[in-house]
C-alpha cells in the first residue's frame, strides 16, 4: 500500500533528469534508515540516468543548526538540492539555507511533505518539490475529507486518506500463482504497514491486495508480487494488533513516537 523507497528516488531521479532537465544535483541527509537509503536510492537512479551528484553528505538527525554544512552545498554548482529526512529537520535545512544565500530549487521526499515543514520554513517553502500525489481533488478523496473533518473536527493530513484506505485492504499471501490455497490472509488492516502474527515458512511466497469500499465494494486483485523466507531468518512472530495494544500496562500507558520526537 505504501510505496517503497526504492522507487520513490528513481521517480523522482527520472522527473529531475527528464522533466525538469537538470545536470548537477547536491545531496543531503540525515544519516537515518528511512533518510539515507531514500537519498541513495536518489543519488544511484540520478547517476544511471547521467546526473552528476555534486555532493552527498549526512549529519545528525538531532542537528538544527545546519549552517556549517551549506557552504559544501555550493561546491559543484548545483541546480538544485535534495534532503533525505525528515520535516522537524527539512524546514530549518530549507530556512537557513535560503538566508545564506542558496537559491538554486529543494527538494525533499516524503517525509518532508508536511504542514511541520511549511510552518517552521515560511515563505522559504516556496517553489519546493515533493514526490507526493495529487490526493484531493477527486470526488472520493473529497468525501472522504469531509467526514474526515466533521467525525475529528480538523483538516485532513498527508497520510489521512492511506490510513483510511489501508483500513480496507484485504491480503492474500499463498504458494502458488493461482492462489488456489491461500496460506495467510488478512482483512481490515488498520496500519499502512502489515506484520503478519505468525511465523511464515521458508521458502518463496506471493502476495496481493486488494480495496473495498463502505459498501463493501472491491477492486480488482492487484498483480502477485513475490518475497522470499530464508532457511536460516530468525523466527520472531509479531503478537497481533489488539493483542499488542492489550499488553500495554494501563497503569503506565505509553506513547509511540520515532527516537527524534
Request: charged share 30%; aromatic share 12%; with cysteine.
Given at each position: 500500500?505504501?510505496?517503497?523507497?526504492?522507487?520513490?528516488?528513481?521517480?523522482?531521479?527520472?522527473?529531475?533528469?527528464?522533466?525538469?532537465?537538470?545536470?548537477?544535483?547536491?545531496?543531503?541527509?540525515?544519516?537515518?534508515?528511512?533518510?539515507?537509503?531514500?537519498?541513495?536510492?536518489?543519488?544511484?537512479?540520478?547517476?544511471?540516468?547521467?546526473?552528476?551528484?555534486?555532493?552527498?553528505?549526512?549529519?545528525?538527525?538531532?542537528?538544527?543548526?545546519?549552517?556549517?554544512?551549506?557552504?559544501?552545498?555550493?561546491?559543484g554548482d548545483p541546480q538544485l538540492w535534495y534532503f533525505?529526512?525528515?520535516?522537524?529537520?527539512?524546514?530549518?535545512?530549507?530556512?537557513?539555507?535560503?538566508?545564506?544565500?542558496?537559491?538554486?530549487?529543494?527538494?525533499?521526499?516524503?517525509?518532508?511533505?508536511?504542514?511541520?515543514?511549511?510552518?517552521?520554513?515560511?515563505?522559504?517553502?516556496?517553489?519546493?518539490?515533493?514526490?507526493?500525489?495529487?490526493?484531493?481533488?477527486?470526488?472520493?478523496?473529497?468525501?472522504?475529507?469531509?467526514?474526515?473533518?466533521?467525525?475529528?473536527?480538523?483538516?485532513?493530513?498527508?497520510?489521512?486518506?492511506?490510513?483510511?484506505?489501508?483500513?480496507?485492504?484485504?491480503?492474500?499471501?499463498?504458494?502458488?500463482?493461482?492462489?488456489?490455497?491461500?496460506?495467510?490472509?488478512?482483512?481490515?488492516?488498520?496500519?499502512?504497514v502489515h506484520c503478519p502474527p505468525r511465523v511464515l515458512a521458508?521458502?518463496?511466497?506471493?502476495?496481493?491486495?486488494?480495496?473495498?469500499?463502505?459498501?463493501?465494494?472491491?477492486?480488482?486483485?492487484?498483480?502477485?508480487?513475490?518475497?522470499?523466507?530464508?532457511?536460516?531468518?530468525?523466527?520472531?512472530?509479531?503478537?497481533?494488533?489488539?493483542?499488542?495494544?492489550?499488553?500495554?500496562?494501563?497503569?503506565?500507558?505509553?506513547?509511540?513516537?520515532?527516537?527524534?520526537?
Amino acid at each position: 500500500v505504501c510505496g517503497r523507497d526504492d522507487v520513490q528516488g528513481r521517480t523522482v531521479a527520472e522527473f529531475v533528469a527528464n522533466e525538469l532537465k537538470l545536470k548537477r544535483v547536491a545531496v543531503f541527509h540525515d544519516k537515518t534508515i528511512y533518510g539515507q537509503g531514500l537519498a541513495e536510492a536518489f543519488k544511484d537512479a540520478l547517476e544511471n540516468l547521467g546526473v552528476q551528484v555534486t555532493l552527498f553528505m549526512g549529519f545528525d538527525n538531532k542537528e538544527r543548526n545546519f549552517r556549517p554544512f551549506l557552504p559544501k552545498l555550493k561546491e559543484g554548482d548545483p541546480q538544485l538540492w535534495y534532503f533525505g529526512g525528515i520535516h522537524n529537520q527539512g524546514g530549518p535545512l530549507a530556512k537557513q539555507a535560503k538566508e545564506s544565500g542558496i537559491e538554486i530549487p529543494f527538494m525533499s521526499g516524503d517525509g518532508v511533505f508536511h504542514p511541520e515543514f511549511l510552518r517552521k520554513a515560511g515563505e522559504t517553502a516556496n517553489g519546493a518539490f515533493f514526490p507526493f500525489p495529487d490526493i484531493e481533488s477527486s470526488e472520493p478523496a473529497q468525501a472522504f475529507k469531509k467526514r474526515y473533518e466533521e467525525r475529528w473536527g480538523k483538516k485532513t493530513g498527508p497520510y489521512s486518506i492511506y490510513s483510511y484506505v489501508t483500513a480496507n485492504i484485504l491480503l492474500e499471501c499463498a504458494r502458488d500463482e493461482r492462489f488456489d490455497t491461500v496460506e495467510y490472509r488478512a482483512d481490515g488492516i488498520v496500519w499502512n504497514v502489515h506484520c503478519p502474527p505468525r511465523v511464515l515458512a521458508p521458502g518463496g511466497w506471493l502476495w496481493r491486495y486488494r480495496g473495498t469500499d463502505g459498501k463493501g465494494n472491491k477492486t480488482s486483485w492487484s498483480r502477485v508480487r513475490r518475497f522470499e523466507v530464508g532457511a536460516a531468518e530468525a523466527e520472531l512472530a509479531r503478537p497481533g494488533g489488539e493483542e499488542l495494544l492489550a499488553r500495554v500496562a494501563q497503569a503506565q500507558p505509553r506513547l509511540f513516537v520515532r527516537p527524534e520526537e
